[in-house]
């Protein structure tokens, strides 16, 4: 059942569906839509990590147009080759800046149900986790809290934001 689930989840994010943030059951906001959103923003890092390595094969490689040919590394390679690497550097350019798109429109819509919460501890909290993805022992330092009190007041916001 949880190999299902997990499954989905990674379908979902494939598939690049919108978060919504619309009150789910009974008017209660689900945890599930920061969990999501936190592993869209860790696909986005990788995402960046295959273009810039993408990126730096094609910085490799050396035009020389006096005979359609590119050299690399001493090495010369027809054009289709190179024009391969960057179509393929074009596809995840344009998957990137269509995650991006969605992920900043996720966090718009989350920073305004984060901001329908009361306690400014539990929204800077929150911020602090999903907006700025920071770790809890880093918000821990931020907010000049223990480590356990932190997570404690996280759970606090979680319930909060569920209430929303």
Do not use: F
């Not at 986005?44 to 490689?61: F, W």
């Not at 391969?84 to 596809?91: E, F, G, N, P, T």
């Amino acid at each position: 059942m949880r190999a299902q689930v997990r499954k989905a989840r990674r379908s979902e994010i494939q598939r690049n569906i919108p978060l919504h943030l619309e009150n789910t059951e009974g008017g209660i906001m689900n945890r599930e839509i920061l969990k999501k959103h936190i592993e869209r923003k860790k696909e986005l890092q990788t995402d960046i990590k295959v273009i810039e390595k993408k990126l730096e094969d094609l910085g490799n490689m050396t035009a020389n147009y006096s005979s359609e040919k590119v050299s690399r590394g001493g090495k010369t390679i027809n054009d289709p080759e190179a024009e391969k690497l960057v179509a393929i550097i074009d596809q995840y350019n344009q998957k990137h800046e269509e995650l991006k798109k969605l992920i900043l429109y996720e966090e718009d819509n989350i920073e305004k149900a984060i901001n329908k919460i009361e306690k400014s501890i539990y929204r800077r909290i929150l911020r602090e986790k999903y907006i700025l993805g920071m770790e809890m022992n880093e918000i821990a330092e931020e907010e000049n809290y223990t480590y356990k009190h932190t997570c404690r007041l996280h759970g606090y916001a979680l319930k909060e934001w569920e209430k929303i």
